[in-house]
């Protein structure tokens, strides 16, 4: 992380945001099972195993809010968390790039995850969580395509940061902010986290704060 993006006093509004209540709400399975679109919302996306359920956990402090994306079905559904007392939601995009699943059964959750993007008025930002180790693949520059087109405003998460050294992480950040230069919808700070260490983690959820703001 270069400068500081956030002062302190924001930082504890965003602590305390999440400190109050924070619950699973529902799981849709196509466009017509999306709650009503009455609060601001925050996506996240990303390659499977990218770390995706634990930064989720990471951000609301509940060690199992989001399940486990090995578990059956649940990665193919839009799932929505309801964050300090109906304040705003996390919506938790089905993960891309999943070796194991079939071509037809990819598209399905795929399609859905891109209707929701171009379909969301309440929308504020999309995450895109990039592991820190990889950098973007090319199946992420697919993904910032289509939040191009659906003109989405999206930020880029590092995820695993504990994984490498600081000056790696300083490396992957400036490569990272450099290639998305020229992108017309992505927000020009990249953040690097770690779920484990909880680095990043007040800045993110300062973050979501300020894309709704809440
Ligand atoms: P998802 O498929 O994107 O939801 O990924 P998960 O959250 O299930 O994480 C995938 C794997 O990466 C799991 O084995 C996690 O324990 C691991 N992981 C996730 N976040 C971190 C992190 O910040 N640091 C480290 N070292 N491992 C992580």
């Keep these: 992380m270069s400068e500081a993006a956030f002062d302190a006093e924001a930082l504890e509004a965003a602590r305390k945001l999440f400190a109050g209540e924070a619950r699973f709400m529902m799981g849709a399975v196509n466009m ?22 634990s930064l989720i956990n990471a951000v609301t402090g509940r060690g199992h ?21 109906e304040k705003l939601r996390l919506v938790d995009l089905p993960g891309y790039g999943f070796a194991r699943a079939s071509k037809g059964e990819v598209k399905k959750f795929q399609n859905l995850g891109r209707d929701y993007l171009r379909g969301r008025p309440n929308l504020k930002r999309a995450f895109l969580l990039i592991d820190s180790r990889h950098g973007l693949k090319p199946v992420d520059e697919e993904a910032m395509a289509a939040f191009d087109l ?9 995820t695993k940061a504990d994984k490498i ?16 230069g020229k992108r017309p919808a992505a927000f020009p700070r990249v953040l690097a ?11 993110l959820r300062a973050e979501i704060v300020q894309a709704c703001s809440v």
């Design 32 to 53: 017509a099972g999306l709650p009503d679109s009455d609060l601001p919302e925050v996506a996240f996306a990303g390659r499977s195993n990218v770390g995706k359920s």
């Design 193 to 203: 986290t770690s779920s484990e260490k909880g680095t990043g983690i007040p800045e």
């Design 165 to 180: 050294s600081a000056k790696d992480v300083a490396a992957v950040t400036a490569r990272t902010l450099a290639q998305i």
């Design 65 to 85: 809010l989001a399940r486990a994306s090995n578990e059956p079905g649940r990665t193919r559904e839009v799932n929505f968390f309801v964050i300090g007392d």
């Design 150 to 158: 659906a003109a989405v405003s999206y930020q880029i998460i590092l």
